[in-house]
C-alpha cells in the first residue's frame, strides 16, 4: 500500500521499494513508496529482499524510474536517474571551534548601532563581555520555588519477631499473639464464608503445602489522622496470606490459582510478595459452593479476612512510639516550576476477584471503601501519601506472577521514586479500572484523557497488572494521553505468551516487566510484577521522551537483551 | 475492534481423562479446556498430568 507525504518524512532515511507496479518514466512521489513499518515481515516472508546499494526514500524522491518495475522492488541506482545523493554525516554536523573573529582578539572593539527613532546611541562591545559595558546589568534574582508541603504521613515500624495463637490477642516485647476464637467470630463478616482457618508459617519452615494465595495483605493501622496523613504503625517481619477454596474443594480464582508448596509458588522479595525473613500468618477461608467464581464469594473471603487483621490492629495501635524500629516520614508536594506528571495504574475491574477497594479507612483494609467495579471503573485520583499509606485493597487479579496483590500498591515502586524525585512534580496517583466490554473500555479511557488534560500534565506512565483483555485498554488509555500531546510511557507484562494484540502510534516506549526466562506467566507469584528496577526504567524513559530525545522503536519479538541494555543506563 | 490475534504455543497439563474425552488446564492459569479425545493426537495411553501443547490465542465474540 502506498504511503502518505507524512510518512515519507519520519522514513526519509529508510530504503525505497515500490509498492505497485510503475512504468518507465514514472517521477517517483511518496504515492509510489511502500510503507517501511512493514518491510520486516515482508523480509521475513520471503516476499522482499533489500540490497546494499538500496536507495533511500529521502533521496528518490522527484527522481525519474528508467524502467518499468514490479511492486517490491527495491530503488537502486541502476532503476533510478535524478536521485539525490546521500548526504555524508560530516556536512550536517555542528561545529563547537572559535569563530575567526574571536580568535583574532576582536573582543575589544565596538559594534556601534545608529537609531533614528531615539536621539544618541549605543555601544555594544562585541563578544558581549559585560564587564566592558558601559554600564552595570543588575543581576536577575534567581527564582527558584520551594516545594511547598501538601501533607505529611508518618509511617512507624515495629519488629514481629515471633506469631503466637493464644487467649487475648496482643503485640508486646516484638511478639504478636492472635486469639484463638478469632477465626470462628470471623464468620459474622459474611454469611457466604463457611470456614476460617489461622496458621503461622516461620520463615524456615515454607515447605508447606499451600491452596491458592488470594492476597498478601500488610497489617498497618493508623493511630492518628486519615489515610495518607498523620501516623500509621506497620508490622515489620509478619505479613498476612489469604488462600481459598469452596466448599467442594474449588480454588477461589481457579483459573489464577496458584496452589502448591510456598516455598515454590512465592517470588520473595517483590514489592507485593513476602519479604525472605517473614513471618507468614496464613489464614485460610472457605467460601459457599459455587461462588469461589462470582464476586461475591472472594469478597466475602477478603471480609472475613479483615475481620480478623482488624483485631490485630487493635492490638498494634497501642504499640508504644518508642518501641518502632524505623520511621519514614513522606510529603505530598505541591512542586511549583517542575514538569507536571502523572501515574496511571489500570487495575483489573472485569468483576469477581478482577476488582479493588478503593480508599478503606484503614490502610489496606476492606471496610469504608469503595470497589471500582461499583464505581463504573471511571478513573480515581489518589495522593501519592494516600496509595503508600494502603489507599487499595486489591481483590487481586487471576494470573499469580503477574497480578498485584494489596502488598504491592502499599509498597508500590513507582508511587514512591515518582513522588521522592527532584525533577518532576508527581500530581497524582490515578486508578483506572478495566472492564470487560469493548465500549466500556472505551467510555472509562477517554475519561481518563480528560482527566490528564484537566490535570494539565506534560507526562505520564501507565502500568497494568496481567495481561489479557486489559492490553486493549492499556492501549486505549495511552493514546488518549498521547493525543493530548502529553509524553506518556507504558509498562507492563508482554513477553511471549502476553503479546499486546492492539497497539497506536504513541505506544513508542514501552517498559516490559517480564521476569521468566522463557517469557510465560510462570504462576510464581508476583515475579513478572513492577520491581523498583522496572520504576527506574520507566521514569527515565519518561523524562528522555519529555525532553525530545528520540526513543529507538522496538524490537519486533520480546527480547530480554533490549531490556538488559537500557538496565545498564540506570545503574 | 481491530485485534492481531496471533497464536501462541502454550504449554498445559491433562487433569481428566474420561471415556469421552480429556481436560486440561493451560499453563499462566489461562483457562481449563475440555475436548473430545478425537481433537488430541498422541502417540501415549492419556494420563493425568501428562503434559500438552496447544496453539492458542484469545476469544473474539462476534
Redesign the interface.
Known amino acids: 500500500m502506498s504511503i502518505t507525504v507524512e510518512t515519507a518524512e519520519q522514513h526519509y532515511n529508510d530504503p525505497a521499494v515500490l509498492c505497485c507496479l510503475r512504468q518507465k518514466g514514472t517521477v517517483i512521489s511518496a504515492s509510489d513508496l511502500e510503507d517501511p513499518a512493514i518491510f520486516p515481515d515482508l523480509e521475513e516472508s520471503g516476499l522482499l529482499k533489500l540490497s546494499e546499494d538500496s536507495l533511500t526514500i529521502g533521496q528518490v524522491l522527484g527522481s525519474t524510474l528508467d524502467q518499468d518495475a514490479d511492486a517490491m522492488t527495491p530503488l537502486t541506482p541502476k532503476l533510478v536517474s535524478h536521485f539525490a545523493e546521500k548526504k555524508t554525516e560530516e556536512s550536517g554536523k555542528i561545529t563547537t571551534s572559535l569563530s575567526a573573529a574571536a580568535a583574532s582578539g576582536l573582543n575589544n572593539s565596538v559594534i556601534r548601532f545608529s537609531i533614528n527613532e531615539l536621539k544618541g546611541q549605543i555601544e555594544i562591545p562585541a563578544g558581549f563581555d559585560p564587564s566592558v559595558l558601559p554600564f552595570t546589568i543588575p543581576s536577575a534574582p534567581k527564582l527558584e520555588p520551594e516545594d511547598q508541603i501538601i501533607r505529611t504521613l508518618t509511617q512507624r515500624e515495629f519488629d514481629v519477631q515471633e506469631v503466637r495463637i493464644g487467649a487475648e490477642t496482643s503485640f508486646q516485647d516484638k511478639v504478636l499473639t492472635i486469639r484463638e476464637g478469632l477465626c470462628t467470630e470471623s464468620l459474622k463478616a459474611d454469611p457466604l464464608v463457611k470456614d476460617a482457618e489461622l496458621d503461622i508459617i516461620p520463615p524456615d519452615q515454607r515447605h508447606v503445602y499451600s491452596n491458592t494465595i488470594m492476597d498478601v495483605i500488610p497489617i498497618a493501622t493508623k493511630t492518628e489522622g486519615i489515610l495518607g496523613e498523620g501516623t500509621t504503625h506497620v508490622m515489620r517481619g509478619a505479613v498476612v496470606i489469604l488462600t481459598g477454596v469452596d466448599e467442594l474443594g474449588v480454588q477461589v480464582h481457579?483459573?489464577?490459582?496458584?496452589e502448591g508448596y510456598l516455598d515454590e509458588k512465592i517470588r520473595f522479595g517483590r514489592p507485593g510478595s513476602p519479604d525472605p525473613d517473614d513471618i507468614m500468618i496464613r489464614i485460610h477461608v472457605t467460601v459457599q459452593e459455587n461462588t469461589g467464581m462470582e464476586r461475591r464469594g472472594p469478597f466475602a473471603a477478603h471480609k472475613a479476612c479483615d475481620y480478623i487483621i482488624q483485631e490485630i490492629r487493635e492490638a498494634l495501635k497501642k504499640a508504644p512510639a518508642e518501641a518502632c524500629v524505623k520511621e519514614d516520614v513522606y510529603h505530598d508536594y505541591k512542586k511549583t516550576g517542575k514538569p507536571r506528571v502523572v501515574l496511571v495504574k489500570e487495575i483489573m475491574g472485569q468483576g469477581a476477584m478482577h476488582d479493588n477497594v478503593i480508599l478503606p479507612t484503614e490502610p489496606a483494609g476492606v471496610k469504608g471503601g469503595r470497589r471500582n467495579v461499583d464505581l463504573g471503573n471511571v478513573p480515581v485520583v489518589l495522593s501519592p501519601n494516600e496509595v503508600r499509606d494502603g489507599g487499595i485493597h486489591a481483590l487481586t487479579c487471576?494470573?499469580?506472577?503477574t497480578k498485584e496483590v494489596t502488598r504491592h500498591y502499599f509498597r508500590e515502586p513507582l508511587v514512591n521514586l515518582m513522588a521522592e524525585d527532584n525533577e518532576i512534580n508527581l500530581v497524582g496517583v490515578i486508578f483506572i479500572g478495566s472492564p470487560q466490554v469493548?465500549d466500556e473500555k472505551s467510555y472509562v479511557s477517554a475519561r481518563l484523557g480528560a482527566l490528564a488534560e484537566a490535570l494539565d500534565v506534560e507526562g505520564a506512565i501507565v502500568t497494568t497488572e496481567g495481561f489479557?483483555?486489559n492490553h486493549?485498554d492499556f492501549a486505549e488509555n495511552i493514546e488518549q494521553i498521547g493525543r493530548r500531546g502529553i509524553k506518556v510511557v507504558g509498562a507492563s507484562y508482554c513477553a511471549?505468551?502476553g503479546?499486546l494484540?492492539?497497539g497506536n502510534k504513541y505506544m513508542d516506549a514501552m517498559i516490559e516487566l517480564n521476569k521468566d526466562k522463557d517469557g510465560?506467566?510462570?504462576?510464581i507469584l508476583a515475579d513478572s510484577t513492577l520491581c523498583p528496577s522496572d520504576a527506574k526504567r520507566a521514569l527515565l524513559m519518561l523524562k528522555t521522551k519529555m525532553a525530545g530525545v528520540p526513543i529507538e522503536p522496538a524490537n519486533r519479538n520480546w527480547s530480554q537483551d533490549v531490556i538488559d541494555a537500557n538496565q545498564q543506563f540506570i545503574q | 475492534m481491530d485485534c492481531e490475534l496471533t497464536p501462541k504455543l502454550l504449554p498445559g497439563k491433562i487433569l481428566e481423562v474420561t471415556d469421552l474425552g480429556v481436560k486440561v488446564t493451560l499453563k499462566g492459569r489461562m483457562g481449563i479446556i475440555q475436548v473430545p479425545l478425537r481433537s488430541v493426537i498422541t502417540d501415549k495411553s492419556l494420563q493425568v498430568g501428562q503434559e500438552i501443547r496447544v496453539y492458542l490465542s484469545y476469544i473474539q465474540v462476534v
Open positions: 481457579e483459573f489464577g490459582s496458584c487471576i494470573g499469580p506472577a469493548n489479557g483483555n486493549i511471549y505468551q503479546q494484540v492492539v510465560f506467566e510462570n504462576e
